[in-house]
């Protein structure tokens, strides 16, 4: 199985190389964060950098379009990293999922609203990057 990003190809072990740096510093203060009973505001940051939360989106709303297969691979090593970390983002996997376009859809109404809805979620973030940016520089 091959994710294609923009002109690039990365293959599943490719991803899985990407983000095992990452699972390895989440890992590192995961045991502190339960015994402190600290939120893993920081582990989320490097899952952010990461660009993490893309994995499903589709290649053409600039994520990595991965297929489940890996998908799930890597959400378990994020469990064996800070099993709490997949919980916290199940809303948003969920949310992702039910924006993709659905191949048995076809080109409904509903496929077509999903297609507006990633692009709208696109536009969103880039106008707070906008906003954040102007408001560094000020």
């Given amino acids: 199985m091959t994710t294609h990003l923009a002109s690039l190809t ?25 015994r402190n009973r600290a939120l893993p ?13 893309v994995l499903r989106v589709p290649v053409e709303f600039g994520g990595l379009g991965a297929s489940l297969r890996p998908t799930f691979d890597l959400l378990t090593a994020l469990a064996v990293a800070d099993s709490n970390l997949p919980q916290a983002l199940r809303a948003h996997f969920n949310l992702v ?8 859809i076809g080109h409904s109404r509903r496929s077509r609203r999903r297609r507006n809805s990633f692009s709208d979620l696109r536009a969103r973030k880039e106008a707070l990057r906008r906003a954040d940016k102007n408001h560094r520089t000020s």
């Fill in 41 to 53: 505001f920081e582990a989320i940051k490097l899952l952010k950098e990461a660009v993490f939360g």
């Fill in 97 to 104: 999922e039910d924006l993709r376009p659905n191949k048995n």
């Fill in 10 to 34: 990365i293959s599943d072990g490719e991803m899985e190389k990407r983000f095992a740096p990452v699972f390895e510093g989440i890992a590192a203060g995961a045991v502190e964060r339960e």
